[in-house]
Nanobody
Framework: QPQLVESGGGLVQPGGSLRLSCAAS????????IGWFRQAPGKEREGVAC????????DYSDSVKGRFTISRDNAKNTVYLQMNSLKPEDTAVYYC????????????WGQGTQVTVSS
């Protein structure tokens, strides 16, 4: 059964750092584009970072650019989101998403991990 599991969330003070992990099981991430999304209470889910299957290309939302870094280790079947200089407005549930498109689309979501930035 294909599955994505996020981990690494928690409570951190403003200005602190966290590293989120997204581990895949039941399938290999090698050919998948991976995105990190987040959803704060009362708000729509938004994309924050994505990475190509090779890892050569990344993109970030303006709200996290320069503070967050997405990376992948295909040997470990895991994608990471390093979050630095965290702000209270980064508080949200963070989800990873894996997409692979051929003549059909393969699309998997994790269950999410809570990140709370507060003093």
């Amino acid at each position: 059964q294909p599955q994505l599991v996020e981990s690494g969330g928690g409570l951190v003070q403003p200005g602190g750092s966290l590293r989120l992990s997204c581990a895949a099981s039941g399938f290999t991430l090698d050919y998948y584009v991976i995105g990190w999304f987040r959803q704060a209470p009362g708000k729509e889910r938004e994309g924050v970072a994505c990475i190509s299957s090779s890892g050569d290309s990344t993109d970030y939302s303006d709200s996290v650019k320069g503070r967050f870094t997405i990376s992948r280790d295909n040997a470990k079947n895991t994608v990471y989101l390093q979050m630095n200089s965290l702000k209270p407005e980064d508080t949200a549930v963070y989800y990873c998403n894996a997409v692979f498109v051929t003549f059909r689309q393969y699309d998997y979501w994790g269950q999410g991990t809570q990140v709370t930035v507060s003093s």
